[in-house]
């Protein structure tokens, strides 16, 4: 959780305290999932630089509740250098998602199958240097990539922070060369002044000249038919009518939070059928 006073203030942070999420970010995800609908039959799931926890939080909540999926099929894998309190149904790794050990862990968890849905919100303690920063969430972003190459099974989905800056193209290029559909997404959680925003990459085919290595970063095999200015779709996520993560909201709106968003959802349905 953070911090400081505005973090305090934020309506989703002190929705999360209610609610028994280690952080805001759980809601991120969350509304993606409204969205896109990431769980339906999804029983193998790695949330990678996972702590605080959030998001296996999350997770655990939908692959518990999917009526589709044995819940005695379904593998949580939590990977972060971090150690973090244990939660039911997540099998923790501390490791470096960077090295080969690391993967194999993951498999091993899996009895030898593959991932159908690689998570990461990871991202670097922020310095405030724009370009820097932006520099060291595309070299996490591309370690998650990476790792996830190596785990993830044809036709699976891989979702992952993502800082939109100048050479984010860079990024999306190389994404789409191995998946068929490569959307960006900004969920009404993360803060309109913000540069976060998350990449979601569905059904996963690598070229066929592709082998999966934890030794040799994606970004630099040159023998890829990159796209060098890829189309990708902008996505925004979440209620429009909901909580807006830039406003301040009275104390009392989070004890009566599943009464309002009720109400808010009667009133857009009102709008929407009134001729």
């Known amino acids: 959780m953070g911090k400081s006073s505005r973090d305090k203030r934020d309506v989703f942070y002190r929705l999360a305290k209610e609610g028994s999420f280690r952080a805001r970010s759980a809601y991120k995800l969350i509304q993606i999932d409204e969205e896109f609908d990431l769980f339906t039959g999804i029983s193998h799931v790695v ?4 702590a605080p926890g959030s998001w296996s939080q999350v997770v655990s909540q939908k692959l518990v509740s999917d009526k589709n999926v044995d819940e005695k099929d379904v593998k949580i894998v939590a990977v972060d250098l971090q150690a ?3 939660l039911p149904g997540v099998v923790q790794i501390q490791g470096d998602i960077t090295k080969k050990e690391t993967a194999q862990a993951i498999i091993e968890h899996f009895e030898g199958k593959s991932a159908q849905l ?9 310095t405030g240097l724009p370009d820097f920063d932006e520099y060291i969430q595309a070299q996490l972003l591309l ?8 785990v ?3 036709g699976g989905t891989f979702l992952a922070k993502l800082f939109c800056g100048k050479d984010v193209l860079v990024l999306l290029s190389h994404l789409q060369t191995f998946f ?8 009404h959680t993360s803060r309109n002044s913000s540069i976060e925003s998350f990449v979601l990459c569905k059904t996963y085919c690598p070229p066929p000249q592709y082998v999966p290595s934890m030794d040799k970063p994606v970004l630099y095999l040159t023998d890829l038919p990159i796209q060098k200015y890829p189309l990708v779709h902008f996505k925004a996520c979440g209620n429009e009518i909901g909580y807006d993560s830039d406003t301040n909201y009275p104390l009392q709106v989070c004890s009566n939070h599943l009464l309002i968003k009720h109400a808010l959802e009667m009133i857009r349905h009102h709008v929407l059928i009134k001729p």
């Open 84 to 86: 973090m309190a244990p």
């Open 47 to 50: 949330d990678l630089c996972a």
């Open 152 to 154: 993830l099974v044809p």
């Open 118 to 126: 690689v998570l990461c919100d990871g991202a670097p303690d922020v």
């Open 143 to 150: 370690a998650a990539f990476n790792i996830s190459t190596n």
């Open 180 to 187: 068929k559909e490569v959307i960006v997404v900004k969920p």
